[in-house]
């Protein structure tokens, strides 16, 4: 009996098969950790509350899910009454502003670690690293101590004579939940910046210097067009969670003037008529998150084939 494939192609298929088998823990530890719960969160959503009791009615039948909770929160948005869109357009300010605000520091600490470090490289990595060591709640709370009336920020601003009473930044500013964003999720960023700039290859930075460039020019013409790649993919990795924190302003302001989208979806879930719009809410969300993620893996796909 003949087959179609050579003797030539063998090998190339039996590593197919076995990078398939491989991949199966994977795809069901996704299985079961994700699209589990994801459907879960669809059966809420496409629920009911049942008044007379106050318990939440999961509908587990696609056939049988209600649009009810997507319209609740569509009027939410829109509606008379809304409240849903001044935290959207909080949420996108705030991100935006801590996502720049942690480029602006995270990547002249990962610059130096990937080129100048050196020797001490893996201690910087380390020291780098060590903030994930340390729980995000743990975190939040070194800076409440901080950022106390009477903690060491006030101390210091009033020892410089740069404020004369202490200021309550505690006390719903603005400034320090994207401060605390920023310090939460650079890690992140600075991780993925020393990735790419570490993968830039030396000699096209040394042909630039060799060309008449000085370290100013070399580092606009050459380094950092090479990252701009880099620099999206840790924008991306840093802005998605961040849209969907909630913790952060809980711990650092609790007011409303300062809420975003994450503690809508929070305040909803906790309350039991409500839970259905915000499982509602927290899918809306997801998909449109996801919009960016999926124009990022469809144009880094696109760059690579053209590349080879």
């Given at each position: 009996?003949?087959t179609?494939?050579?003797?030539?192609?063998?090998?190339?298929?039996?590593?197919?098969?076995?990078?398939?088998?491989?991949?199966?823990?994977?795809?069901?530890?996704?299985a079961?950790?994700?699209?589990?719960?994801f459907?879960?969160?669809?059966?809420?959503?496409?629920?009911?509350?049942?008044?007379?009791?106050?318990?939440?009615?999961?509908?587990?039948?696609?056939?049988?899910?209600?649009?009810?909770?997507?319209?609740?929160?569509?009027?939410?948005?829109?509606?008379?009454g809304?409240?849903?869109?001044?935290?959207?357009?909080?949420?996108?300010?705030?991100?935006i502003?801590?996502?720049?605000l942690a480029?602006?520091?995270?990547?002249?600490?990962?610059?130096?670690?990937?080129?100048?470090?050196?020797?001490?490289?893996?201690?910087?990595l380390?020291?780098?690293l060590?903030?994930?060591?340390?729980?995000y709640?743990?975190?939040m709370?070194?800076?409440?101590?901080?950022?106390?009336?009477d903690g060491?920020v006030?101390?210091?601003?009033i020892?410089l004579?740069?404020?004369?009473?202490?200021?309550?930044?505690?006390?719903?500013?603005?400034?320090?939940v994207?401060?605390?964003?920023?310090?939460?999720?650079?890690?992140?960023?600075?991780?993925?910046?020393?990735?790419?700039?570490?993968?830039?290859?030396?000699?096209?930075?040394e042909?630039?210097?060799?060309?008449?460039?000085?370290?100013?020019?070399?580092?606009?013409?050459?380094t950092l067009?090479l990252?701009?790649?880099?620099?999206?993919?840790?924008?991306?990795?840093?802005?998605?969670?961040?849209?969907?924190d909630?913790?952060?302003?809980?711990m650092?302001?609790?007011?409303?003037?300062?809420?975003m989208?994450?503690?809508?979806?929070q305040g909803?879930?906790?309350?039991?008529?409500?839970?259905?719009q915000?499982?509602?809410?927290?899918?809306?969300?997801l998909?449109?998150?996801?919009?960016?993620?999926?124009?990022?893996?469809v144009?880094?796909?696109r760059?690579?084939q053209?590349?080879?």
């Amino acid at each position: 009996m003949a087959t179609d494939t050579t003797p030539a192609d063998r090998p190339a298929r039996r590593r197919r098969v076995l990078w398939a088998g491989l991949s199966m823990p994977a795809i069901a530890w996704l299985a079961v950790f994700f699209v589990v719960p994801f459907y879960a969160v669809l059966a809420v959503a496409g629920g009911q509350i049942d008044e007379l009791q106050g318990k939440l009615l999961p509908e587990w039948n696609p056939f049988e899910w209600s649009r009810a909770s997507f319209e609740a929160v569509i009027q939410d948005f829109t509606g008379p009454g809304s409240f849903l869109a001044p935290l959207v357009e909080r949420t996108v300010a705030y991100v935006i502003l801590a996502s720049l605000l942690a480029l602006v520091i995270g990547y002249p600490a990962a610059y130096y670690v990937s080129r100048f470090a050196k020797r001490r490289k893996g201690l910087l990595l380390a020291l780098l690293l060590a903030p994930f060591w340390v729980s995000y709640m743990m975190r939040m709370l070194a800076w409440i101590g901080l950022l106390q009336t009477d903690g060491y920020v006030n101390r210091v601003l009033i020892r410089l004579h740069l404020i004369s009473t202490p200021v309550a930044w505690l006390g719903g500013k603005a400034s320090t939940v994207i401060l605390g964003l920023t310090y939460g999720y650079v890690p992140y960023l600075i991780l993925v910046l020393y990735a790419g700039l570490d993968r830039i290859d030396g000699s096209l930075i040394e042909a630039g210097r060799d060309l008449g460039l000085n370290r100013v020019r070399t580092f606009m013409r050459i380094t950092l067009p090479l990252s701009r790649q880099t620099i999206i993919t840790a924008l991306l990795i840093t802005m998605l969670p961040m849209a969907g924190d909630y913790f952060t302003n809980q711990m650092l302001s609790g007011a409303t003037n300062t809420s975003m989208l994450g503690n809508a979806i929070q305040g909803q879930l906790q309350s039991t008529a409500l839970q259905t719009q915000g499982a509602a809410l927290s899918l809306m969300m997801l998909g449109v998150l996801a919009i960016p993620m999926i124009y990022y893996v469809v144009v880094t796909n696109r760059a690579s084939q053209e590349a080879a």
